[in-house]
């Protein structure tokens, strides 16, 4: 089921507030699917998914060798019949700002700091597409 991303409903959001543990595909060069959990959390103004991770994960090698327009990528998290995938476009950001913005919104949706790591960066996603049952 498809949702209006500039009208998404208090249940859907909160559903992406909970502690849960979403996955992320990405595809590799050779166009097969990577699927990994991931922490994600996700700002409907914005539109943007971020995700933090380490600089040489495989998640991170597939999103830079799709190039400079980034990307095509989807989350998706799963509660007994309860389910919602965003999808869009994803970069990798590596300056401080955006990756400290990353680490205190995770901190927000799990309830704990991820340790410091000089390796960190973040994966956003610019959110163009939203589906599930909330």
Not at 48 to 68: C, E, P, Q, Y
Not at 105 to 110: D, N, S, V
Request: net charge positive; aromatic share 6%; glycine share 8%.
């Amino acid at each position: 089921m498809a949702h209006d991303l500039s009208a998404l409903s208090p249940e859907y959001l909160a559903f992406w507030g909970e502690y849960l543990m979403p996955t992320l595909t990405t595809l590799r060069p050779d166009g097969t699917p990577h699927v990994v959990p991931v922490g994600v959390t996700y700002d409907a103004g914005q539109r943007i998914a971020r995700i933090i991770t380490r600089k040489d994960s495989a998640k991170v090698k597939n999103v830079l060798a799709a190039g400079a327009d980034g990307a095509t990528v989807a989350v998706c998290q799963v509660d007994k019949g309860r389910w919602a995938t965003l999808e869009g476009r994803a970069r990798v950001r590596t300056d401080a700002e955006s990756v400290a913005d990353a680490v205190r919104r995770y901190a927000e949706r799990y309830g704990r700091t991820p340790a410091p790591n000089p390796d960190r960066i973040m994966i956003e996603i610019a959110v163009t597409r939203a589906m599930g049952r909330a």
